[in-house]
């Protein structure tokens, strides 16, 4: 979903109040696809502070369904859009880019808003997703959630395997 930025850059002191919709279902980066299981149109509010220096403001909620670090169950996360930037259109885009934290969701005189969630999900990456925070996992051997009962596997202690699995689980979300 674009914005047409060329009208508010025209006139000075202009602001421009939009209810925009999410249209994105799911959520696709090099972590995987994830379904989007909630979304609120966005509140963005654009306002030429004057010197062509835009004030980009936008709020809203996405949530994403993450699989569980343990079980692997799918955990409703919620993530909250609050963004505040003000960005200088005089620059190239290169410059701008360079400047202000990657700033890939202005093209032009457009502004696009998925990829400015998109980033903004990205920020926010919970550094582990828990469906609970005692969750059993599942069992190594067998598979079984252990949520729901043990399993008939043997007790032993934790399987290093299985710590393999999750360390791999963490490195992948660091990238
Ligand atoms: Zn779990
Ligand atoms: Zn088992």
């Known amino acids: ?9 025209s006139v000075d002191g202009k602001t421009k109040e939009l209810k925009m919709p999410v249209s994105m279902d799911s959520f696709e980066s090099k972590l995987g696809s994830f379904p989007v299981v909630e979304k609120q ?4 509010v654009i306002t030429n502070t004057g010197k062509k220096v835009l004030r980009i403001e936008v709020k809203g909620k996405v949530s994403l369904a993450l699989p569980c670090d343990r079980c692997l169950k799918d955990v409703a996360t919620e993530f909250e859009i609050d963004l505040e930037k003000e960005v200088d259109m005089k620059t190239s885009e290169e410059d701008r880019i360079k400047d202000l934290d990657e700033i890939n969701y202005i093209t032009g005189c457009s502004l696009d808003i998925e990829q400015l969630v998109h980033n903004e999900i990205l920020i926010h990456w919970p550094m582990r997703v828990l469906c609970k925070e005692d969750c059993k996992g599942i069992c190594s051997h067998c598979g079984k959630d252990l949520n729901e ?14 710590a393999a699995i999750r360390d791999i689980f963490s490195k992948f979300k660091e990238v």
């Open 41 to 44: 149109p966005l509140d963005v």
């Open 149 to 162: 009962g043990p399993c008939s596997c043997e007790q032993e202690s934790p399987d290093p395997r299985m």
């Open 1 to 9: 979903m674009l914005i047409d930025l060329s009208d508010i850059l």
